[in-house]
């Protein structure tokens, strides 16, 4: 009887598909060395840290349910689940954002006023001829 037991090896990549798309983000390209780790993603400490990170990669929202058909390689895993740098990087990442969206909401609220305030003469002249 053929061997059906999945190796971790034979399963794509978590974050494979993520690599591309979120440059900014600094993920590593997946692992291609011939002889690395491979493991299971839906492991308790892979699982644990793949959550967060589902925050900042919305694709791995619905992966996380589908995880038994993923792995994660030896790069990806030093990088995401064996270390919180990069998560705490993402954080970073995400403060700064959030931060120039809140002066990109400044600059509109700004010049509405400005377009308020050219329009108010006529307004009240209006006001006053009455
Ligand atoms: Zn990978």
Redesign the pocket.
Known sequence: MANTILKAEDLP????NLVEKYQDTRLIQ??TKEKQRWRFAPGEKSTEKVKPLAKYFPELLSLLNSLEKYS??E??YNQCVANDYFIENLKKIDSLRSLSSVQENERKRLKLMVDYNKTMPKFRTTLLLR
């Open positions: 990549c978590l974050f494979e997946c692992g994660i390689c790069k990806h």
